[in-house]
Nanobody, 121 residues
Framework: QVQLVESGGGLVQAGGSLRLSCAAS????????MGWYRQAPGKQRELVAG???????NYADSVKGRFTISRDNAKNTVYLQMNSLKPEDTAVYYC???????????????WGQGTQVTVSS
């Protein structure tokens, strides 16, 4: 069994910062790509940032220059540092990881439970 556990969401004023963490645990052979998505009320889930196993990153245009994704492979953890937050960043943020399992060596797409980020104006 593999699970992703997120932490770090909360309420912050515009211009403030938050750091999200997502730790993967369980029967993990290898973690490939990891990323953060978000979903605001009434909107579709969208990619915020992604990072490969080699450390290459990509960002949504709306967060470039403000958000930074990173990962600690030794801890099976991905982070999202969010600076200069805006009210439009308000959403539920979901961690995503593509994981190869020890049990069957299948590559599976896993999701965290989501963490609420609310930015007040």
């Amino acid at each position: 069994q593999v699970q992703l556990v997120e932490s770090g969401g909360g309420l912050v004023q515009a211009g403030g910062s938050l750091r999200l963490s997502c730790a993967a645990s369980g029967s993990i052979f290898k973690i490939n790509g990891m990323g953060w998505y978000r979903q605001a009320p009434g909107k579709q889930r969208e990619l915020v940032a992604g990072i490969t196993s080699g450390g290459s990153t990509n960002y949504a245009d709306s967060v470039k220059g403000r958000f930074t994704i990173s990962r600690d492979n030794a801890k099976n953890t991905v982070y999202l540092q969010m600076n200069s937050l805006k009210p439009e960043d308000t959403a539920v943020y979901y961690c995503n990881a593509i994981i190869t399992r020890y049990s069957d060596y299948r590559e599976i797409n896993y999701w965290g439970q989501g963490t609420q980020v609310t930015v007040s104006s």
